[in-house]
């Protein structure tokens, strides 16, 4: 008896001095896009340092896979309570998807986005008397003329990965340039004054995902370092949708939406001690969900926040408060989702500490996936 008052009193007083978890405190959500006759898909939030917000997202879209998809952005002045009515800063003869987005050490805005000729399997099937749910006799008229803008061997021509730059806060953009990766939310300013995106060849035969850097501000890219492969997995075939992030202290996190055969679905991580020039083999972090954006947070911890698509439908985050070495348990914010396609949710921190992430949703009883957005605070 005395043994088990002893080990009750201990296990008390762990319990006491252990650290609570963490939560999610949701304040508000709401949808934020403002042109329902669109689809909206894989968002990017940014937070510039004169405190402005902007979106980036593919829109004007028919739905998930189509030929009409164009990079638009929206500004917030006042922390996200509104946003402005978008605008097109991209718009190619094929579908323009993922929007992801930078601001530079000196200033420059960044947006990034790939070229896709996915929609023409769908076309082709439809044509040939094979139903397909992305296209009906109502749209078909639009797809085949969209389509017949190009001739074929113009088209084959499209398909690459891309950025646009503006030196003026988005007022102007360059013309297109190729980055030779991608990822659904752009590349990574390091302490050094390098750009670094991490991310996956597209239309290669190797299809590698690797680092590429920019001395120049983002005018161009080289090729940096391959991430190695886990025995058993294929690059190819399992690696895709990259993110990264550096530490305060130095290190670099990238993660990695993973599905092979061991831990399918879930995060993988790599890191780089040495400024994305060598990686480590990906290993799990226990995160089933996908993909991740990282954010650094004033005090020095990482975020990460992905897509759930299994119950609870919607989105999650995990905290590190170790330079990654160990996450969080999830939290939740959002749960409310009716179908899976959802997700590639992305983080900023504003004035007040609160955080605020901005997702893309199919709403039930809606033909078209809308912008979400939570306010949202972390708990202990």
């Known amino acids: 008896m005395k043994l088990t008052s ?5 296990a008390l007083a762990l319990a006491q001095s252990s650290p609570a978890a963490e939560q999610a405190t949701v304040l508000e959500t709401k949808v934020i896009s403002q042109q329902p006759q669109h ?22 879209r028919q739905g998930h896979v189509c030929p ?12 996200g309570r509104t946003w402005t009515f ?56 639009a797809w085949s003329a969209a389509h017949a803008r190009l001739t074929d061997g113009q088209r084959k021509a499209q398909p690459g990965e891309w950025l646009v730059r503006s ?18 939310h752009g590349p990574t300013a390091l302490a050094d004054g390098r750009l670094l995106y991490v991310g996956k060849e597209l239309w290669t035969e190797q299809k590698r995902i690797g680092a590429c850097e920019s001395t120049d501000d983002g005018l161009t890219w080289k090729w940096l370092a391959q991430i190695p492969t886990r025995p058993g997995d294929s690059a190819a075939g399992d690696y895709h949708e990259l993110h990264a992030v550096q530490a305060n202290d130095g290190r670099i996190i990238a993660h990695i939406r993973h599905h092979g055969k061991t831990n399918n679905k879930e995060t993988l991580q790599t890191e780089s001690a040495d400024g994305g020039r060598t990686w480590s083999e990906p290993h799990g972090i226990g995160v089933w969900g996908y993909p991740s954006h990282l954010l650094k947070l004033r ?45 590639y949710p992305s983080t ?14 199919k709403l039930k009883d ?10 949202w605070t972390i708990k202990k």
């Open 6 to 10: 002893q080990f009750l009193c201990l």
């Open 39 to 60: 689809y909206h898909g894989w968002p990017t939030l940014l937070r510039k340092r004169d405190g402005t917000l902007i979106v980036v997202v593919s829109g004007g």
């Open 68 to 79: 009409f998809g164009r990079v638009e952005w929206m500004t917030s002045r006042d922390e």
């Open 86 to 141: 978008p605008r097109t800063i991209l718009d190619t003869d094929v579908d323009d998807r993922d929007a992801g987005a930078l601001e530079t050490p000196k200033g420059t805005l960044l947006v990034t986005t790939f070229t896709s000729l996915a929609y023409e399997k769908y076309l082709g099937e439809h044509l040939s008397g094979k139903d397909t749910h992305f296209i009906s006799a109502t749209n078909l008229p």
């Open 167 to 184: 030196t003026d806060r988005g007022l102007s953009w360059s013309p297109p340039i190729r980055t030779l990766v991608n990822s659904p």
């Open 299 to 343: 005090d020095g911890a990482l975020l990460m926040s992905y897509g759930h698509r299994r119950a609870p439908l919607g989105n999650q985050a995990r905290v590190s408060r170790d330079g990654g070495r160990t996450w969080s348990a999830p939290l939740i914010i959002s749960s409310d989702a009716t179908s899976g396609d959802l997700g």
């Open 348 to 361: 900023v921190e504003l004035n007040d500490g609160s955080l605020l992430t901005v997702w893309y949703e």
């Open 366 to 375: 809606n033909a078209n996936a809308v912008l979400r957005q939570a306010k």
